[in-house]
T-cell receptor, first 115, second 115 residues
């Protein structure tokens, strides 16, 4: 238990569906992150939020829409995804996004399958 | 994006053997992190290193922050079957500025332990 939870753990969706991934951290951190991990590829950073403000969008397609209502919660809204978007989506948090406070703690991930 | 050079890519060892893996970079980092990832789960932080030359232990794990700040190694002593998984190194905070939460990951070392 790392203090970062993600729901759902598994998700199967069609290309026309709309779904949301949820992340919650219980560590009192101020920065949260979304990563994509595809098979046999390194972790890809998607978004960074620091004190609820988005500070990084790593050229992510608009069919992925993040939302950070407060420092403890992070959502990833999904719509009209493609099969190649199937991957493990990981959430992480850190104290903040600078210096030693950047040490990140990951959630268990959501395994997404797009049909 | 940039990656760290992590080696070896995979290791097959007998239970009880010691393991060593390392990461090198052409860039200087202010922080080195080592994570372990089990299949279908998120990376779990094993050891965080914040100072050049720092040697830190966590049970049977020992990691060092290279004096040049361009490398780090992780040793596992007396391996056991539950050590199986993928081990990642990650660097943070390039010299001269913050990385704004952007971890640079190694490619991972897949560890298999035979009973």
């Amino acid at each position: 238990e790392t203090g970062v939870t993600q729901t759902p753990r598994h998700l199967v969706m069609g290309m026309t569906n709309k779904k949301s991934l949820k992340c919650e951290q219980h560590l009192g951190h101020n920065a949260m992150y979304w990563y994509k991990q595809s098979a046999k590829k390194p972790l890809e950073l998607m978004f960074v939020y620091n004190f609820k403000e988005q500070t990084e969008n790593n050229s992510v397609p608009s069919r992925f829409s993040p939302e950070c209502p407060n420092s403890s919660h992070l959502f990833l809204h999904l719509h009209t995804l493609q099969p190649e978007d199937s991957a493990l989506y990981l959430c992480a948090s850190s104290q903040d996004a600078s210096g030693r406070g950047e040490t990140q703690y990951f959630g268990p991930g959501t395994r997404l399958l797009v049909l | 994006g940039q990656q760290l050079n992590q080696s070896p890519q995979s290791m097959f060892i007998q239970e009880g053997e010691d393991v060593s893996m390392n990461c090198t970079s052409s860039s200087i980092f202010n922080t080195w992190l080592w994570y372990k990832q089990d299949p279908g789960e998120g990376p779990v932080l094993l050891i965080a290193l914040y100072k050049a030359g720092e040697l830190t232990s966590n049970g049977r794990l020992t990691a060092q922050f290279g004096i040049t700040r361009k490398d780090s190694f992780l040793n596992i002593s007396a391996s056991i079957p539950s050590d199986v998984g993928i081990y990642f190194c990650a660097g943070l905070g390039r010299a001269g500025g913050t990385s704004y939460g952007k971890l640079t990951f190694g490619q991972g070392t897949i560890l298999t332990v035979h009973p």
